[in-house]
């Protein structure tokens, strides 16, 4: 009978479609016991750490764009709109799939661009005028 950490580590296997034997979970876990150390241990406060479920990854052709215009406008105004929001934020890059991160990148460099645009108009301004 295997135990719950065991139990619970196939169980997201697979919801994740993968089948495994309780052998090779063993064996894997034996092999990187670094992953499940910490799992059911004390933390600073007395608490124990309990199991989270993961984020869902957010990806694909909608959430690419949306990821762009959201780090585009965040990052074209110094990140003032995702520090406003705090938690509320969306497309955190830990909930990112590769479509959204992808999306993300473009965004950001097209939005870091934005300031240099108006800098670079108003030297032109101030080179016209003197």
Known sequence: MPDNLTTQFKAEL???GITASNTEVMDFMSQRPDLFKSVGQPMAGGKTREYQEPPELLGGPVHHVGSALWNFIDTALFSIPGIAMGEDAPYKPEELGTGAKAGAV???AAGFLV???YLSK?????AAAG
Request: positive net charge; hydrophobic residues 30%; glycine residues 14%.
């Open 14 to 16: 697979k919801r994740r």
């Open 106 to 108: 473009f965004g950001q």
């Open 115 to 117: 300031p240099f645009s």
């Open 122 to 126: 108003g030297t032109k301004a101030i």
